[in-house]
């Protein structure tokens, strides 16, 4: 169960982390280095009463970057900071690398840095967590099998860590784990039984599957906002989350003997 619990702990971190990059992502490239400027207000506009934050302040304003590039960008400002009028001038902060992403300097805000360094200690202690699991796994090996290859956490009872549901044995490290189709059917190398994927690999599958078109969403709501193409950062999701997916599903998932074995043995 430790493995389930760090899982999760680790799922937290990485979704507070995702969370911070797409709603905060202006403020993050902003941490990274930023230029005072000063902004003409072209627009104001609250929404009707009864939207949501009707009260505040959506602020246009026109810049004109260090490189001479001119920009027009918006900032949502509330009631406590009065924007002041059209075309007065407000002073904004742009990103020293990505120009295009400014804020009203008033609203800058440092909390999504915070988000991202919480979500980075949630990952480490789950992995952690995962850690001290596989070093008790590794206290129970049974260091019977002369000769054959040793897989990592092996043996371990009560845990189900790709386990040969016949022989009890370690059945494949993740390396072997990903290749093919090893995760859906494989034969176990201790006692050449028939195995197939358990419930808990299918459902890491298909999470990892859903969680396709939420990604392309994430990298397209980003690459809007930063100079860097959908592609790159789908590929970046892409890799951190299957990958982490990937890994969470060979620590809790199972085998199961295929039926054909059953039937004949
Ligand atoms: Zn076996």
């Known amino acids: ?51 949501f934050r009707e009260s505040d302040y959506d602020v246009t304003y026109d810049f004109v970057d260090d490189a001479g590039v001119h920009h027009i960008a918006k900032d949502l400002v509330p009631p ?20 295009s992403v400014s804020r009203i300097a008033s609203q800058v805000s440092s909390t999504p840095i915070g988000g991202v360094l919480m979500g980075l200690i949630f990952m480490m202690m789950g992995i952690s967590m995962l850690f001290r699991a596989s070093r008790r796994d590794l206290e129970n090996f049974n260091t019977k099998t002369s000769g054959e290859p040793q897989f990592a956490p092996a043996v371990a009872n009560g845990s189900r860590t790709m386990k040969c549901p016949k022989c009890a044995a370690g059945a494949i490290t993740f390396g072997n784990w990903v290749r093919g189709l090893n995760a859906f059917f494989y034969t176990c190398p201790h006692c050449g039984t028939n195995l197939r994927a358990g419930v808990a690999t299918l ?48 620590r809790i998932g199972s085998y199961v003997v295929r039926s054909e074995d059953k039937k004949s043995g």
């Open 1 to 51: 169960m430790s493995r389930v619990r760090a899982a999760i702990v680790m799922a937290i971190g990485i979704a507070l982390i995702i969370f911070m990059i797409m709603t905060d992502s202006g403020d993050l490239l902003l941490i990274l280095g930023r230029v005072q400027a000063s902004a003409m207000i072209t627009q104001i506009h609250q929404p009707p009463p009864g939207r």
């Open 80 to 99: 406590a900071f009065p924007p002041g009028q059209v075309g007065g001038f407000v002073e904004i902060a742009y990103s020293r690398h990505y120009p």
């Open 203 to 250: 459902c890491g599958f298909a999470s990892a599957l859903l969680s396709i078109p939420i990604l392309i969403w994430a990298a397209r709501f980003l690459s809007q906002r930063t100079e860097w193409p959908e592609v790159r950062w789908f590929i970046i999701f892409l890799v951190a989350v299957t990958g982490s997916i990937s890994y969470a599903t060979w």
